[in-house]
């Protein structure tokens, strides 16, 4: 008699020191149908000298029975394949009072973050994030639209272009146009400097078999080297 009016006594001033706390899953955009966890979820409660696990029921919710008042604890949720903010959960001296707030590790345990409303029940929503995974970009495979896009190609190609054109419009312009252009392009030479070849003239010859530039600034060089001689 006296040992089971004891062990109703523990028991009574066991439930008044300890709550439970139930943490649900609610529909989200990124997971509309919260049974697509996976069976082996679960939930850790931790604080400084205590830590409780809960698995996920059939109804996708998490109950943590037992649960200490007067403490702070950290709320971690582990599903393969999704992602889940930390939680700091803070139960009163007499368990009827129990916030939550978004955290992260790392976080100065004061700093409390976003507050977590709870339903009229008293469950905490559990603050789902995108699928493990998503928040990566996939890896584009060879595309060669892009690659003629590309400001290097272009430029390359356009020079190439401009190197085949000229030479052909400079042997199709009318003679005199020609040399009206060539002497208004030794003018702009002069006044930059001169001395440049003329790539138009250079190439033309070169394709007609004719001289070129080249010849003469090759034997320009050459006339240098006999009158200067060895040193």
């Known amino acids: ?19 439970t706390l139930r943490f649900v899953v609610p ?15 679960h939930i850790t409660l931790t604080t400084t000298g205590h830590s409780y696990t809960a698995p996920i029921r059939v109804n996708n919710d998490f109950v943590v029975r037992n649960v200490t008042n007067g403490q702070s604890y950290l709320v971690e949720t582990y599903a393969t394949g999704w992602n889940f903010a930390p939680l700091r959960v803070d139960v009163s001296a007499d ?8 955290t992260f590790r790392g976080n100065e345990w004061d700093n409390k973050g976003e ?4 339903s009229l029940n008293g469950e905490i929503f559990l603050q789902q ?11 584009e495979g060879f595309n060669p639209m ?32 020609k040399a009206e252009f060539e002497k208004e392009q030794k003018k702009t030479m002069a ?30 060089v050459k006339e240098r080297k006999g009158k200067g001689g060895r040193r």
Do not use: C
């Not at 507050?115 to 709870?118: A, S, V």
């Not at 003629?148 to 005199?176: H, Q, R, T, Y």
């Not at 001395?195 to 034997?219: I, R």
């Open 95 to 102: 368990g009827n009072v129990v916030e939550a707030w978004v």
């Open 1 to 19: 008699m006296k040992i089971t009016t004891f062990l109703a006594l523990s028991t009574l001033v066991t439930s008044s020191l300890a709550a």
């Open 146 to 177: 892009k690659l003629l896009s590309n400001p290097m190609i272009l430029i390359a190609g356009v020079s190439l272009v401009a190197l085949v054109l000229i030479p052909k419009i400079m042997d199709n312009m009318d003679p005199e146009l």
């Open 191 to 220: 006044a930059f400097g001169g001395g440049a070849p003329d790539l138009a003239g250079l190439l033309s010859g070169a394709k007609a078999g004719g001289p070129s530039a080249v010849a003469p600034a090759a034997a320009g």
């Open 115 to 118: 507050r977590i409303p709870k």
């Open 27 to 41: 529909p989200t955009q990124g997971l509309p149908d919260p049974s697509a966890l996976p069976p082996t979820a």
């Open 129 to 139: 994030f995108a699928p493990a995974g998503s928040y990566y970009i996939k890896r």
